[in-house]
C-alpha cells in the first residue's frame, strides 16, 4: 500500500471514530435537556408566547401596524374577515388607492417610517434620496459579496449585511438620525445584494455566466429586481405591478411575528443596526417563518405530478385527505399555505394577492395551475378542520400564492425567502426605529428552572 493510500486510510478511520464520538455525545445531549412536557402546564409557561387558546402574549405597544382577525361583541371574539393596517391605514385601502399609478412599494416605505403617507413632493425628494443610497460599489461587490457564495442566500445576505458594518464611518452611533440613514440605506442596498449574492451562487457553484446590472434611476424597486435578476433585463408592467403588491403586503406584519420581535429583542439590549438587521434575517430564514412559500410550492409540485385531472375534485380531494393523513407528500400531514394564528375567515394579504396572482397567470397562459391552487384553497380549509376536530375556521394565509406568484415571475426558489426579506426590511427597520424611540429597557423575559441542584465531586469520584 503507498503512503498516500495509507493516509487516506487513517483519514477515513479518523472520520469514522469522530462520527461515533459525536453519536455518543448527541445522544448525551438529548438525555440531559429533555423536558417533561407536563412541566409547562404545572407552571402555566406560555409556550411560543402563546396563550392556550393560541392568542399571543402581550410583550410591547406599538403603533406600525395592526394585525385583526375577530370583532368584540358583548366582550365575545367573534371570527371576522381579516384586515391588516399600516399606521392606522388599512392595506387593502392602500392597494386600492395606487389604481392608476403604477408602484407603491416605496410610499409604503415612508409610511412605515414616518408613519403618514408623503405629498407627491416629499415622495419624488425621498425617491431621489433612495436612488442615491442604493449604490454598493464595486469594491463591496467583488470583495464580500462574490466571496464564499452558497445556495442559502439569505446566509449570504446576513454576512453582506454584518460587513456593511466595517464600510460605516458610524456604525455604532444609534441616535434616530443615523439609524434612519443606516436603515434607509439597508432597505435600498438588500436588493441588490440577494440578486447579486444569487448570480454568485449560479457562477461560482454552477458554472453559469456571471452578469452584474445596475440599477436603473427612475424605476422602482420591484422593478430594478426584475431588472438586476433577468438576462435580458426586460419585464411587463403586469409582472413588476405584481412583484411591487407582493412587496407592500409583506412589508410589516405587527410587532410579534418572530423576525421583528427579533429586531426589538436585538435593538433593546443597545446594539447596532447591521447586528439588529443580521439578527431578524436568521429568524425569518427559518422555514417556520419565511420559508413557507417554498413548502407550498413543492406540495403543488407534488399534487401536479399525482393528480390525473386537476379539475377533478373527488381526485384532487382525495389527494388532499392522503396528505391529511401523511400518506402523501412530506408525510407531515400538513396541507402547507393553510391556517393563521391570528387571521380566521380570511388573510387579507392572500385575498389581494390572489387577485394579481390570477391577472398574471392569464398573461403568463398558466390558468389551469391557478384553477388549482383555487381549488386546493376551496377544499383544504373544510378537510383540515374535520380532520383535526376544530371549529376555527381555517384560510388560506398569504405563503398559499405568494410562491405561485414568484415561480410566475420568473424569480429562482433560492429567492424566495430573500424577497420576503427584502419586503420586510421597512417594516423592522420602523419597529428598530420604534423600540429606541420610546424603550428605555433590555427585553428580558423569565425563564423557571425546573432542574435539581447537586454537589460538586472532583473528577476522580464521578
Known amino acids: 500500500m503507498s503512503e498516500e493510500e495509507l493516509k487516506m486510510e487513517e483519514t477515513a478511520q479518523v472520520g469514522e471514530e469522530l462520527k461515533a464520538d459525536m ?3 448527541e445522544q448525551e445531549l438529548l438525555k440531559s435537556h429533555r423536558i417533561n412536557p407536563n412541566l409547562y402546564i404545572e407552571y402555566d409557561v406560555k409556550r411560543g408566547l402563546r396563550d392556550s387558546a393560541g392568542k399571543g402574549v402581550l410583550t410591547g405597544l406599538t403603533e406600525i401596524s395592526d394585525v385583526s382577525g375577530y370583532e368584540l361583541v358583548n366582550g365575545r371574539q367573534i ?16 392597494i386600492k388607492g395606487l389604481r392608476g399609478r403604477r408602484y407603491g412599494f416605496e410610499e409604503t416605505i415612508y409610511l412605515l417610517l414616518f408613519g403618514r403617507l408623503p405629498s407627491q413632493k416629499e415622495l419624488d425628494r425621498f425617491l431621489d434620496v433612495l436612488f442615491d443610497l442604493q449604490e454598493l460599489g464595486g469594491r463591496f461587490v467583488r470583495d464580500v459579496v462574490m466571496k464564499a457564495s452558497n445556495e442559502n442566500i439569505m446566509n449570504s445576505m446576513q454576512r453582506c449585511v454584518l460587513t456593511l458594518y466595517t464600510y460605516d464611518d458610524n456604525p455604532e452611533d444609534i441616535s434616530a438620525g443615523n439609524v434612519l440613514r ?17 448570480h454568485a451562487y449560479r457562477h461560482f457553484r454552477k458554472d453559469e455566466t456571471l452578469f452584474i446590472r ?10 430594478n429586481i426584475l431588472v438586476m435578476l433577468r438576462p435580458d433585463g426586460k419585464y411587463t ?37 447591521y447586528s439588529s438587521v443580521a439578527a431578524s434575517i436568521g429568524s425569518l430564514k427559518g422555514p417556520r417563518h419565511g420559508g413557507a412559500n417554498l413548502k407550498v410550492q413543492n406540495m403543488f409540485a407534488d399534487i ?12 384532487v380531494s382525495a389527494y388532499l385527505q392522503k396528505i391529511l393523513n401523511k400518506e402523501a407528500f412530506d408525510r407531515s400531514g400538513l396541507i402547507y399555505g393553510m391556517g393563521h394564528a391570528v387571521y380566521t375567515l380570511s388573510d387579507p394579504r392572500e385575498v389581494i394577492l390572489k387577485d394579481f396572482a390570477k391577472k398574471l397567470a392569464e398573461e403568463k397562459g398558466m390558468s389551469d395551475e391557478f384553477a388549482l391552487y383555487d381549488l386546493v384553497e376551496h377544499l383544504a380549509g373544510e378537510q383540515i378542520m374535520k380532520k383535526k376536530k376544530i371549529f376555527k ?20 426558489e433560492e429567492l424566495f425567502t430573500p424577497i420576503f426579506a427584502i419586503a420586510r426590511m421597512p417594516g423592522w427597520c420602523a419597529h428598530r426605529l420604534e423600540e429606541l424611540i420610546n424603550a428605555s429597557k433590555i427585553i428580558r423575559p423569565a425563564y423557571k428552572y425546573v432542574g435539581t ?10
Open 23 to 25: 453519536q455518543v455525545l
Open 79 to 94: 371570527p371576522a374577515e381579516g384586515a391588516l393596517y399600516y399606521q392606522g391605514i388599512n392595506v387593502r385601502e392602500l
Open 182 to 198: 443606516q436603515c434607509l440605506e439597508l432597505i435600498c442596498k438588500l436588493p441588490l445584494i440577494a440578486v447579486y449574492s444569487y
Open 214 to 223: 445596475n440599477p436603473q434611476k427612475g424605476l422602482s424597486l420591484a422593478e
Open 237 to 273: 408592467e403586469l409582472e413588476a405591478k405584481v412583484l411591487d403588491i407582493a412587496l407592500v403586503l409583506h412589508a410589516e406584519h405587527g410587532g410579534g411575528n418572530n423576525s421583528t420581535f427579533t429586531t426589538h429583542v436585538v435593538t433593546s439590549s443597545g446594539t447596532d443596526t
Open 304 to 315: 401536479k405530478a399525482n393528480v390525473q385531472n386537476w379539475a377533478d375534485e373527488e381526485e
Open 393 to 412: 375556521n381555517v384560510c388560506a394565509n398569504v405563503d398559499f400564492y405568494s410562491g405561485f406568484v414568484y415561480s410566475m415571475l420568473g424569480i429562482p
Open 453 to 462: 441542584h447537586t454537589d460538586f465531586h472532583p473528577i476522580e469520584e464521578r
